[in-house]
């Protein structure tokens, strides 16, 4: 399912890269295979030339860290 979602996203933004991150990074490379393996099934090959599926280099924490940044680029911005 998530590849499948994942196929829709890529067939609409066609981006460069998927960092999978959070709570499902530390399950495993099968899990990360299966999205890829889904994923480039079900999008077009001209969205998937050059696309990356991998986990995140922040690992389980990038939700944290996101939150974080969304805060401090609330409280900094110029009103």
Known sequence: MIGGVLATLVNFYNPQAIFIGGGVSGIGHAL??????????????????????EYSPLG????????I???????????
């Open 32 to 53: 990360l295979s299966s999205i890829r393996q889904a994923t480039l099934r079900r999008a077009t090959a001209l969205s998937t030339r050059h696309l990356r599926v």
């Open 60 to 67: 389980a924490d990038v939700g944290v860290i996101g939150g």
């Open 69 to 79: 940044w969304l805060g401090l680029e609330n409280v900094f911005a110029e009103k």
